[in-house]
């Protein structure tokens, strides 16, 4: 069966450094979620002083719901943070907070790779909703049309994914330098904060892997059918 084919292990080991990246990133925001910065300054109001810093009067930072759903939405010009950092005083929250500006600045300054990320988004969606069916369907009647389209389509998927890796690793250097050289974390502090992000980051490596994986499995099957 296609679900079960030999193929399916080459994603194991992207699967197990997805759940490795998962647990990193909850144990790491966990830790230094307990460890307050040494200005007590909240997410916040970290936020809202690195965009004046940088010269960006249009950006709204707000309090959203949920665990980690911090981002920054470049339609509405929002940077939202979750009710912990929002509110916190740790460096999980600074950290956090300065990540989310960071993209706030990317779109200010037209850094290309976000553009192109927000560009492909809607082709993104549509592709990772329909790729798998089609490619199932032309797989079960053996239609190499379909499963042509469906790997297409999950190709933008894989592109989507690549280009958010530079958007994401840029976002986290913009706020670890922006941190330390204003003064809002110490030398030593803004170590915790860069492996808040580092663990975060290397979820979209995971998931990235895991795309990648995925689209050689497809070609695989395609090229034996």
């Known amino acids: 069966m296609f679900m079960w084919d030999p193929t399916m292990i080459l994603i194991i080991p992207a699967l197990i450094l997805a759940i490795y990246a998962q647990f990193r990133v909850k144990g790491t925001y966990s830790k230094y979620s307990q460890i307050y910065n040494n200005r007590h300054m909240t997410g916040y109001q970290a936020a809202v002083e690195l965009l004046r810093m940088n010269g960006i009067g249009d950006v709204e930072v707000e309090e959203t719901e949920g665990t980690l759903s911090d981002h920054y939405n470049p339609r509405v010009k929002k940077v939202r943070l979750s009710q912990a950092n929002f509110r916190g005083a740790s460096l999980s929250s600074l950290a956090v907070a300065a990540h989310e500006v960071g993209h706030a600045v990317q779109h200010h300054k037209g850094y290309v790779p976000l553009q192109l990320r927000h560009a492909i988004l809607p082709v993104t969606n549509f592709g990772s909703w329909l790729a798998f069916p089609l490619f199932f369907i032309g797989f079960l009647m053996r239609t190499p049309f379909l499963m042509d389209l469906g790997i297409v389509l999950f190709g933008g998927v894989v592109v989507f994914h690549l280009v958010t890796l530079p ?36 979820t979209y490596v995971a998931a990235t892997a895991m795309a990648l994986m995925q689209l050689v499995r497809l070609l695989l099957i395609r090229n034996r059918d």
């Open 167 to 202: 958007v994401e690793f840029n976002a986290s250097n913009r706020a670890l330098l922006q941190l330390e050289s204003h003064g809002f974390l110490t030398t030593q502090e803004v170590g915790g904060a860069k492996k808040v992000l580092n663990a975060a980051a290397l």
